[in-house]
């Protein structure tokens, strides 16, 4: 188990009705291929969640070191496009930062 603090960046989305599970994938692939754009995260995941029906159906979780790594993937330009190419697909989304250890 790690022992390194961390800070955890989650983000739940529900996606409006009528968006493909094409376009849902192509959102998810941009999202994980930040982990190569942006040198301040040190892992990212993306994936479904199994626990329907709930709320949300998808949850990408970032992990960055620090709260100025945290602002840095969130104004980087590629996390920006993100929202700007695929935001309209999104009905609603819960956004949780939360460090590993206190």
Not at 56 to 79: F, M, N, R
Not at 81 to 102: C, F, K, P, S
Request: proline share 3%; net charge negative; aromatic share 8%.
């Amino acid at each position: 188990m790690a022992t390194e603090k961390l800070l955890r960046h989650i983000v739940l989305f529900r996606f409006k009705e009528g968006t493909s599970v094409d376009e849902i994938a192509e959102a998810g692939n941009a999202f994980l291929a930040l982990s190569d754009q942006i040198k301040a995260i040190q892992d990212v995941e993306w994936g479904r969640v199994i626990n329907e029906p709930g709320p949300y159906t998808h949850c990408l979780l970032v992990t960055v070191q620090t709260e100025a790594d945290l602002k840095v993937y969130g104004e980087h330009p590629d996390h920006v496009a993100i929202g700007d190419r695929y935001g309209h697909l999104v009905q609603d989304a819960l956004v949780l930062d939360y460090w590993t250890r206190e």
